[in-house]
């Protein structure tokens, strides 16, 4: 299947590489990275597995999760993962999630990941409405939705099995008109030193 880039001035988000999963398995193994996400790679194989599942995907097919590598632009260093969950149903709402290497945090690359995601969903898929959904406690990942307007719209109390227990779940969206509203300050922050 071709390529699928996205693409900001210091950020590129592209399909996974065979090449890609030491590096994915090595920070998706933190504890400080994995305590968040639902998925863990229980060894190298299973990364290597997951970048030759998603060359198939084809972007927005109904029921797929199309995961890519945050990669910076200057020269190729994987940063960290996004994905969007492309949900069954015709007016069903796309999902989006991420995950970044403890040394990368804090220079804006989950935001303008987060931006490049919502871009493409709403300017090219067009798309009424995005949602995510973090832990409550996940407080960096609630900043980088807030800083980017999405609305909180619910806080779900003990609605999530994660490693053996019952966890809250937030839920935070993002319609079409309020992107359209936000759109060119979001994105030329994405494009900015600052982010």
Known sequence: MAGFNLTAR??????????????LYAYRSLPEVARYQDWLPHDLDAVQGLARDQADVEPGAPGTWLQLVIARRDDGEVVGDCGILFPEGAHASPELGIALRPDH??????????????????????????????????????AVLQRLGLRQEGHLRRSHWHRGQWVDDVIFAMLDEEWERERKRLLAHCEGEGD
Do not use: W
Not at 10 to 20: E, F, G, P, S
Not at 112 to 126: G, P, S, V, Y
């Open 10 to 23: 210091r950020i590129v988000l592209r399909r996974m590489q065979a090449a890609d999963a030491p590096v």
């Open 105 to 142: 945090r804090s220079r804006g690359y989950a935001t303008c990941a987060t931006r490049l995601m919502l871009a493409h969903l709403f300017d090219e898929r067009k798309v009424h409405r995005v949602v995510a959904r973090t832990d409550p406690r996940n407080l960096p990942s609630i």
